[in-house]
């Protein structure tokens, strides 16, 4: 296992080279900083002189100012991104709350409160999908735990089904049914047909190289007429990798807007 993950590192080392080039023109990858001031929230990258900074998490948003940026070469925490700016919000976020910055004024960006829905029919299809589909690297005896669907809209319907190895379904499934941060994840966008994975951009292209990917679907939301969704990923055997990703689930299929990488 321990081979595994620095072959899995060496890959996604390589990916995060070019982290920075995947920041976009729309979004910044987001952390508290406290350490750094009253009210601060730093990001990754530059923020172009005179851009309109919003700020949201689950229930909360707030308006930003530039402050300063500094330096992210003497970080432990590496992404190819060598620059971090530091922006003041009016409130901080809840505490431990994923959040993303977006290049854009308060009124344009709002949250999504996903509807909850139940379609056995569909749940049947993810599943079959997960046990069958190769390019997810799933172990052979892999358990599916749970699928959640959760409508944004008419048109935008995403999953999140979790999983567990054999050994250990009895441990993860107390975790459910509101999540398991301790589950392998495969967090979906459900198209008329298609399934379309969106942890694809970090898992590994290799035939055979079996992952265990945890996280999941962090925030929905929408800048002016378009909706985003929000998602980590993580490897669910150590913390020594992390992925911000950002979609644009406007059209038919999932549109990768922003990809950070990042490792120890």
């Not at 700020?55 to 707030?62: E, F, L, M, P, Q």
């Not at 925490?77 to 901080?92: C, E, H, K, W, Y």
């Not at 379904?169 to 589950?183: D, F, I, W």
Request: glycine share 6%; charged share 20%; aromatic share 4%.
């Amino acid at each position: 296992m321990k081979y595994l993950l620095l072959v899995i590192l060496a890959v996604l080392s390589a990916t995060s080279v070019c982290s920075a080039a995947q920041q976009g023109a729309l979004f910044r990858d987001a952390y508290a900083c406290p350490d750094r001031g009253r009210s601060s929230i730093c990001v990754y990258g530059t923020i172009p002189k005179g851009a309109q900074v919003t700020v949201i998490a689950k229930g909360w948003k707030s308006a930003a100012e530039v402050k300063e940026r500094f330096s992210n070469k003497n970080e432990e925490f590496r992404n190819g991104i060598d620059t971090s700016t530091r922006l003041q919000v009016a409130t901080m976020p809840p505490k431990n709350a994923p959040i993303i910055a977006v290049l854009a004024a308060a009124n344009a960006v709002n949250e999504i409160k996903p509807e909850n829905v139940q379609d056995r029919q569909i749940v049947e299809r993810i599943g079959g999908h997960i046990k069958k589909a190769q390019e997810l690297n799933l172990e052979p005896d892999i358990r599916l735990l749970q699928t959640r669907l959760l409508r944004l809209s008419p048109a935008i319907l995403l999953s999140e089904t979790f999983l567990s190895p054999a050994s250990d379904v009895a441990e993860l499934q107390k975790q459910l049914p509101t999540g398991c941060e301790g589950c392998e994840n495969v967090p979906l966008m459900v198209g008329g047909s298609g399934l379309h994975d969106l942890f694809k951009p970090v898992r590994s292209s290799k035939k055979n190289s079996v992952e265990h990917l945890c996280g999941g679907i962090k925030l929905a939301f929408t800048v002016s007429d378009r909706t985003y969704a929000l998602s980590h990923a993580f490897i669910c055997e150590s913390d020594a990798m992390t992925a911000t990703l950002v979609h644009d689930l406007s059209g038919p299929a999932p549109a990768l807007v922003l990809k950070v990488v990042g490792g120890l």
